[in-house]
């Protein structure tokens, strides 16, 4: 066996329940495998008031541009009913040629493939004409605040440059080379609390009724569509997620409603114009109905694209060559740390199969591990030719 194989990695980081925020362990077991392969290692721990302390990784080998980061995390969500799985969640089993656990495809197997890739890539290129990087966060599946949004931050304040970085989540729906992600959209929650007067049912005139305000707002937020798409992106969306009126009386009007809903949204917007737009409406509708608002927003991330330069078009041919697919680029689905790298360098996200991610035996298939271990080795090459 490899003294750097991916299915014993996988293995080695699944038995660290690191069950988000919580690390267990795994950071500094990277750690130690990195400094193996001559890695310069630097575990960053960032913390706040409101939030865990978080151990997060940065790894360097070399000091030469082009730095080609690879970035992932090893916490995982938690397992839910450990009945409901087959096997125990941090105890990894191989059955039928599927690697099963938490973490199997989101995405400690991941980062195994890019670590035994880099391995194999040392062992005939001593010297390499720029360096590789480790970006590795223990916070991605929870607040993601003192994860890779921290380490970006670092990263800046330290002048270390970044050339391009590979973010390994799971982007294959059903097979190991469908589909990269060149971009992501925005998410844009907010919570809305319209406040009026409380009142007898039979005197509506007498009170102010905020659900008729809630009614005139979703009608105008939903009425019409954000855009169209373009070519990368699929149309914006604004989905309501939430209506709350404490009232059990059916002769009361209630005095206050709250209501969430949230926006994922292409690169035709920004937070700031939505939030702008969405401000209008409400101020205007209450306005009307003299009646007053409270509103907050949350931001996790403005959409981005990475164009399909040469490197995200290398590595297309790599992953046709390999799996015999013809990979889309694509900007589905939901929100990566990416989001926070594309501040630093252009980005490509492709990993494993994402079928099975946070469901209970979460899997991959050993096949799968060894292809993408040389996809991963077959970028490095022709990355640093
Ligand atoms: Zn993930």
């Known amino acids: 066996m490899k003294n750097f194989d991916e299915l014993q990695i996988s293995k080695d980081l699944i038995r660290f329940p690191s069950v988000t925020p919580i690390d267990a362990g795994a950071i500094n077991y990277l750690s130690k495998k990195l400094k193996q392969l001559g890695f310069n290692c630097k575990i960053l721990e960032f913390k706040d008031k409101k939030n865990p302390t978080i151990k997060n990784l940065y790894a360097r080998l070399g000091n030469k541009q082009p730095n080609l980061c690879y970035a992932g995390h090893t916490d995982v969500v938690p397992p839910g009913h450990i009945n409901d799985w087959t096997v125990n969640p941090f105890k990894p089993v191989v059955k039928n040629n599927y690697l099963i656990g938490r973490g199997a495809n989101d995405m400690k197997s991941s980062i195994a493939c890019f670590l035994s890739a880099v391995s194999d890539f040392l062992k005939s290129n001593k010297k390499i004409n720029g360096s590789i990087s480790f970006l590795i966060t223990g916070d991605e599946e929870a607040q993601a605040i003192n994860g890779t949004k921290k380490v970006v931050d670092y990263l800046i304040k330290k002048k270390e440059k970044i050339d391009f970085c590979i973010v390994g989540e799971p982007t294959n729906p059903n097979k190991l080379g469908e589909m990269i992600k060149i971009g992501r959209r925005g998410s844009l929650s907010c919570n809305l609390e319209i406040q009026g007067s409380q009142g007898h049912v039979a005197y509506p005139h007498l009170s102010k009724n ?79 109905n003299k009646i007053k608002f409270k509103i907050e927003f949350l931001t996790s991330g403005d959409s981005f694209l990475t164009k399909p330069g040469t490197t995200i078009q290398m590595a297309k041919k790599i992953i046709k060559k390999i799996t015999k697919i013809n990979t889309v680029f694509s900007t589905t689905g939901g929100t990566s740390d990416a989001r926070f790298i594309k501040k630093i360098a252009p980005c490509l996200e492709f990993g494993l199969v994402n079928k099975t991610m946070h469901k209970v035996d979460e899997c991959v298939s050993l096949s799968d591990l060894k292809k993408l271990t040389k996809i991963y080795n077959k970028i490095l090459i022709e990355y640093f030719k």
């Open 210 to 288: 905020p659900i008729n305000s809630l009614i005139s707002i979703c009608k105008k937020l939903k009425e019409k569509p954000l855009d169209k798409g373009n070519k990368h992106f699929q149309p914006s969306n604004l989905e309501f997620t939430g209506i709350y009126v404490d009232n059990k009386a059916h002769n009361v009007i209630p005095a206050k409603v709250k209501t969430q809903f949230n926006i994922r949204y292409n690169n035709f917007h920004t937070a700031t114009s939505l939030k702008k737009m969405i401000y209008s409406i409400i101020k205007s509708i209450c306005k009307k």
